[in-house]
Every structure is written in C-alpha cells, then in structure tokens.
C-alpha cells in the first residue's frame, strides 16, 4: 500500500498587519522529501502518521512530499500560497499511483486575497487525485471548516486537545485512513456550522464547557459506526467569508446517523454560548500586582492581547509598562519581538547601557513604542534546540537579552516561540529560579512552563489576540455572528448546514 503525506499549516490571524512569508515557515523548518521522515519521525504530525503505519503491521509505503509549518501569524503571502500550491501538484504527480492522501493542514490559514486556503489546497489535490483515492484531512480544531473542504476531502479529524497533541492526530487520521482502506467502510461525513465566536479563554479541554463538548465527541465515538466525531471552535481572530464554529461527524455509510450526531454536537455547543465567553481575565495592573505578591514563584502573566501562539506579533509593551510604573518588587520576564530593538542592542554590544523606544513595531493600532533604559546582558540567536511538541528546534533570528530594571526582556528578531517556552531563556544562560513571574505570549498554551509555574493569572491585555471581541474591527465574517448579536436560533443563521458526501 502506498500512502503520500503532506503536513503544511499556518494559523492566520487577521488584526497582525504583518504578513507571514516563507522565511517563517523556514524558521521552522519547510522540508521536501525523505528529509521529512529522517527529521520527524518521532515528532508531530509526522511522527503520529509513522507511528500508526508502524502499529498497524501492514506493508505500508510512505511518499512525504512537504512539511512546512510556521508559528501563527498575519495573512500567508501569495508567494507562499503559490509555492505551496505548486509543491503540493508537483508531489502528487510525481507519487505515481497511491491508495491513499494524508493531508495534515491547519484549517485556519487565510492568505492574501484568499480567504479559505485549506479549501484550495485540498480541492488541489482532489482535482489530481480524481475522485475515487481517499483523502483523508488532519486539521487543528481552532480550524474554520469550509464548503470548499468538505466537499473535497473523504474524512476528517481534528485535535483532541487544547493544548493540542499534534502527534495523537497524526496517528488518528493515518488510523482512519488504514481503516477505510482495509475494512472497506465507507465514510459519509455531515456537519453543521455554527453562528459562534468567542475568545479564547475558554478553550482549554479540560474544563468547563469545552470540556463538556469534546467528551461528548469522545462518547459518539465509542459507537464502532462512528469513525470520527470532531468539535471545531474557530480561534478568534480569523475574519473570513465564511467564518464560524463547526461540529464534523464521520460515520461508516450511516448519513442519517451522521446527521444526527452532528446536530446533537451543534445543540450541545450553543447550549453552552454563554459559558464560553465566561471572563477570567484581570486588568494589566491587577495582574502585575497578584503576581509581584505572589508567595512563591514562578507565575506565568498571560498576555492573551499579543498572543503570539494565535497570531499577534509579539510587539506588546503594555505588561511592561505596568511593571515599571508599578516598581515591582521582584523580578519578570518579557519576550518582545523586535528586529529594529535586536539591531541598536546588538550595535550597542554587550555590557553597554542602552535608552531605546520599545514594542509597538507591527500592531500599531494597539501599541505605542515605550521608550526604557537598559543593560545589554547577552546578544546571540540562530537555532534554538527546545523541548516543543512540533520540533526539536526553532530559528528565533539574533536575540538579545535587555534588562530593564526588575525586566528581563527576550527580544528577537523572529517570533519563533516568543518566550512561551523556558528553554529558549535557559538557552542564554538566564536562571529561571531568580524569577518570580513569567509573561507568556499565549492564552493556552502555558504547559512549558509546567514544571516551573506555581499559578496563572491571565492580564486583559488589548491586541490582535485580545479577548474583547467586540471591538475588533470585523470586516468578512458572517453576521449576525454570537455573542455581536443576540441570536436564539443557530440554526436560523447557519451559513449551512449541509451534509458532506462521497
Ligand atoms: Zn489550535
């Protein structure tokens, strides 16, 4: 059996003005080839589809055409779109004939001019495929699912989990795939769409109502019909045409069935609207002062306005501002992501003071530069080795390490994983245990910091990730839209619903 493979994914978020380009795929390293499984077999997507051709026993040949992952972000450039529409073409034709497609993607990527480019990117491959080889569609479930993917793609699973375990879909959805092409099942898919947004302060699985959503998934799944049940709550800063929740039931011939597990997961959802937009944040000041009193060490500060990990810049100085005019006690850390910053520190050398505006780069209808002084600790950067559940490396460009009073700033020119993990401080030789609180660019994402953090407190920050929805400037998404309006009836502003087949 041969089986090709293809990982390329992006989460776009729409309030960064900066666009995302190749040279941040390839800070994560864009790979072609057999190079994909010499470097991921044990790791992600990658590493999840290896493991479950492995489990499975049969004699199964994998053709990985690309890999290419960037940290979210702004809009992916027409550049980018065009390469990969052309690698992806240029893979499939050169496979020769597979049983089966492998397509891990994102599901929330919009390019310039191009709202929906995992639609185009899996209609791409449908129209070389033709319609009779399976593809089975891997996708993150902050994915926005569209007409155009569900129309041409033959099943799809998503994330499990927030904070996701890439490596568990990978395994799930070449799990799938063997089973439709050994079991002989065949998949009909139904889904609905649904009017909902929210912030993401309620996203993690474990608790409250996204908890209560996904295990509901989990128990349809128990019924041997069912081959995938998957909930995708839209991450909140992609303004698309067709934007929106979406809940994907995948059964085995059974349409009737699917349908009516995919309205029970709808219901489910939108009986629980208000649970999650349910606040958990604090004002900046508020939260720079709970941590500075903390008893012990460390607190993580998340900075949920310029979250890096859904797609903001990097370039927030707000905590930074409350921590210096608050005089802190203790000590803080700060990624800022700054080309301009990194060129004067590195100018400037290390040991020289420094006085230089700071933040406010990208997203300058949020942020304005602070001007600070400081000393230049450390300069340095390139590839970073860390312990990330994508990869075992990430380029952050040149970095330098700025303290500012009680701040020690990590700025780099590259956003990489900005500061959410504590190997890239430990990289340059900073020691964690002399500090009391950690900024975390994320509003999710804080397991890194695991065996570090001793609490959370989430700061109300503004940014293209910020919480407060309602003044974002929307501009495409489908309205009404919850909670911009009141509505009572999900179903009266569906922008489908519909039913998938093939
Ligand atoms: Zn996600």
Redesign the pocket.
């Known amino acids: 059996m041969r089986l090709a493979l293809i990982h390329i994914a992006q ?1 776009t978020n729409d309030f960064n003005p900066l666009p995302t380009t190749l040279a941040d795929y390839e800070a994560f390293g864009l790979v072609e080839g057999e190079e994909i499984a010499r470097q991921f077999r044990e790791i992600g997507q990658i590493g999840g589809h290896y493991a479950a051709v492995k489990d499975s026993g049969l004699d199964i040949e994998t053709i990985p055409i690309i890999r290419a992952f960037a940290v979210a972000g702004g809009r992916i450039s027409r550049e980018a779109f065009d390469f990969f529409q052309a690698k992806i073409r240029a893979g499939l034709e050169m496979a020769g004939p597979i049983d089966g497609l492998v397509l891990q993607l ?1 599901g ?1 990527c919009a390019a310039e001019g191009i709202d929906d480019v995992e639609g185009e990117q899996v209609e791409l491959c449908r129209k070389i495929l033709g319609p009779d080889v399976p593809i089975l569609l891997g996708l ?4 926005n699912v569209t007409h155009k993917i569900m129309a041409n793609c033959t099943a799809i699973v998503g ?1 499990r989990t ?1 904070p ?1 375990d890439v490596f568990d879909t990978g395994k799930v959805g070449t799990e799938v795939l063997l089973r439709i092409l050994t079991e002989k099942s065949r998949p009909v898919m139904a889904w609905r769409k649904i009017p909902l947004l929210s912030h993401q302060e309620q996203f993690l699985t474990s608790k409250g109502p996204m908890k209560v959503w996904f295990d509901r998934a989990r128990s349809i799944e128990a019924d041997r019909r069912v081959l995938q049940a998957s909930n995708y709550p839209m ?1 909140p800063w992609l303004d698309v045409a067709e934007g929106g929740w979406s809940t994907i039931v995948v059964t085995d011939g059974d349409q009737a069935l699917a349908e009516k597990l995919a309205d029970e997961l709808a219901d489910l959802a939108w009986s629980m609207r208000d649970d999650f937009q349910v606040r958990e944040a604090v004002s900046i000041d508020d939260a720079v002062r709970r941590a500075d009193a903390a008893e012990r060490g460390m607190v993580v500060v998340s900075d949920t306005g310029d979250t890096v990990f859904g797609g903001a810049a990097g370039d927030s100085n707000l905590l930074l501002e409350s921590m210096l005019r608050l005089g802190i006690k203790s000590k803080a850390l700060i990624p800022l992501i700054s080309p301009k910053a990194v060129a004067t520190l590195t100018e400037a050398g290390e040991g020289a003071e420094v006085t230089l505006p700071l933040g406010g780069d990208a997203a300058t209808a949020f942020f304005k530069p602070l001007t600070v002084t400081g000393r230049v600790r450390k300069l340095g950067g390139g590839s970073i080795a860390l312990n990330f559940n994508h990869q075992p490396e990430v380029d952050m460009g040149r970095v330098a390490v700025f303290d500012v009073g009680p701040v020690t700033l990590l700025i780099s020119e590259l956003r990489g994983v900005a500061g959410n993990v504590p190997d890239v401080y430990e990289a340059f030789g900073i020691d964690l245990s002399e500090y009391k609180m950690a900024v975390l660019k994320t509003a ?1 994402n804080f397991q890194y910091f695991d065996r570090l953090a001793s609490g959370l407190v989430r700061a109300d920050t503004s940014g293209p990730g910020q919480s407060d929805v309602f003044t974002l400037p929307w501009q495409r998404i489908p309205r009404p839209v919850y909670p911009l309006e009141t509505i009572s009836d999900w179903r009266a502003h569906s922008s489908q619903p519909g039913a998938g087949t093939r």
């Not at 993150?140 to 994915?143: F, G």
């Open positions: 989460e994102h929330a993150d479930h902050h994915a994330h927030q996701h991450q999710s």
